[in-house]
């Protein structure tokens, strides 16, 4: 099974940017569906962003559309999230999880995937 470590969190003034990444152990990375949640303090594990295996399929949470970017690095094992004009309701842990292959319906629900990180805490000041 694939394991995840997230990095590039931090703290960060309104507007401002950060890219977060995903480094995956195991060979088979190339073939999973990867996605980002998130979780701020009090809520639920929310969706944010999820890339099938060959770029081909890339859906997004409608609170970051346009602001966030995913994307992936087969060769490297590395997912990233592109996180751009960030305000104060994106502070949250994410997390990064995996799944060997997901349709693009259930990229969204936190469920289908089998693998997660320990999550990167990012947190937007106003």
């Known amino acids: 099974q694939v394991q995840l470590v997230e990095s590039g969190g931090g703290l960060v003034q309104a507007g401002g940017s950060l890219r977060l990444s995903c480094a995956a152990s195991g060979r088979t990375f190339s073939s999973y569906t990867m996605g980002w949640f998130r979780q701020a303090p009090g809520k639920e594990r929310e969706f944010v962003a999820a890339i099938s295996w060959n770029s081909g399929t890339i859906k997004y949470a409608d609170s970051v559309k346009g602001r966030f970017t995913i994307s992936r690095d087969n060769p490297k094992n590395t997912v990233y999230l592109q996180m751009n004009s960030l305000k104060p309701e994106d502070t949250a842990v994410y997390y990064c999880?995996?799944?060997?292959?997901?349709?693009?319906?259930?990229?969204?629900?936190?469920?289908?995937?089998?693998?997660w990180g320990q999550g990167t805490q990012v947190t937007v000041s106003s």
């Open positions: 999880a995996a799944n060997p292959s997901l349709a693009m319906a259930t990229m969204s629900f936190s469920s289908r995937y089998n693998a």
